[in-house]
């Protein structure tokens, strides 16, 4: 599912709280719901009820006036970096405001950057220019076992998109991450450099063609190399043919000779068994950024391995 803003794997705070907000205004807090602990090591003893009962009152103002300053900002739902405890979260649910709570550092910014908030770090810094602002918060649940998440959408800043997925077990949702993954790279390539290249082993016969003919022209033992490069390429066309179930073989061979008559480069193996085996007509195709750091690397790899001269063996020398 593709969601026009920001999930999150959290749910709101109380049970109770509202769990579709229209409009939302966004308080983004990295301050705790909680009173303020003194720095240094200290012992309180309590010895009456009257000191306890202005213990808890002292307590209760904290979390009171951290509510109010929330509310008197106009936000309409709070997202908190830290945890709160019970008392908090029920003077939250009593002051209409609903809340998240544990939203890791990453995510409070990037629901800053969508909804256009500030990250508050103090409650007195709390002012309404520095909330976000969301066309609409709500609370999803799904599965059996009613997972919740919180979707929030509407957001100002329309970039911030999020690709929802869910699967049957982990290994389904990590193959469907790859292939986003691999999808969105291709249109990257394409955005950096958008000229293509023909797939089906096309693009490499048809350099392979090319590189033989070069090596024809050149002079001493290069030529040597050139044509074991221009036979290394080839190599893909034959593993594509051999996957594809045809015969790799008659396939190559097939491509290459109609390359040569008709001097179209994007003749390449027929994989679909179709017939057609012109990589042009039959819309398949690759970015030449990928091409070219698929032959880049390969190369690479190989001259790594001709710079070994020798292989040292455990207790050879001894």
Known sequence: MLVQGIILDKDISHPQMAKHIKDAKIAILTCPFEPPKP???HKLDVTSVEDYNKLAQIEQDYFTRMVKQVKDSGATLVICQWGFDDEANHLLYQADLPAVRWVGGVEIELIAIATGGRIVPRFEELTAEKLGTAGEVKEIEFGTVH?????IQGCPNTRAVTVFVRGGNKMIVDEAKRSLHDAMCVVRNLITDNRIVYGGGSAEIACGLKIAKAADECLGVEQYALRAFSDALEAVPVALAANAGVDAVEALSHARSEQVKTGV????????????????????FETLKGKQQQLQLATQVVKMILKIDDVIKPGEYQ
């Open 39 to 41: 720095k240094s090591k």
């Open 147 to 151: 997972d919740r998440m919180l979707v």
């Open 265 to 284: 480069p994007s003749i390449g193996v027929d994989c679909n068994q179709s017939a057609v085996s012109d990589m042009k007509q039959a819309q398949v």
